[in-house]
Nanobody
Framework: QVQLVESGGGLVQAGGSLRLSCAAS????????MAWFRQAPGKEREFVAA????????YYADSVKGRFTISRDNAKNTLYLQMNSLKPEDTAVYYC??????????????????WGQGTQVTVSS
């Protein structure tokens, strides 16, 4: 069992930055592929970025490539998402997720085993 708790969301103006964190507890954090997803009102949950267990492999949705950076600190059992050049269309609840048996290119929510409760990110125009 893995427990995930996101933090760092908030309200920011377009063009601004935020850094999300996801603290993990339970089974070995370093064994999991970790990812960020987001869900806007009335829309399906969508993939944002994923990172392999060692942190050397990453994968991004086209919509955030070049603006967002995913990273992890296995010593601190923490996942991060640095979000720069934010746009109003980035407004959503952001979730971290853990995938025990997956690969970094898993973009389907059903492939992930554990989820956090989400943190709201609102970008004003």
């Amino acid at each position: 069992q893995v427990q995930l708790v996101e933090s760092g969301g908030g309200l920011v103006q377009a063009g601004g930055s935020l850094r999300l964190s996801c603290a993990a507890s339970g089974r070995s954090f370093s064994s999991y592929v970790m990812a960020w997803f987001r869900q806007a009102p009335g829309k399906e949950r969508e993939f944002v970025a994923a990172i392999g267990w060692s942190g050397t492999r990453t994968y991004y949705a086209d919509s955030v490539k070049g603006r967002f950076t995913i990273s992890r600190d296995n010593a601190k059992n923490t996942l991060y998402l640095q979000m720069n050049s934010l746009k109003p269309e980035d407004t959503a609840v952001y979730y971290c997720a853990a995938d025990l048996h997956g690969i970094v290119t898993d973009t389907t929510p059903s492939r992930y085993d554990y989820w956090g409760q989400g943190t709201q990110v609102t970008v004003s125009s």
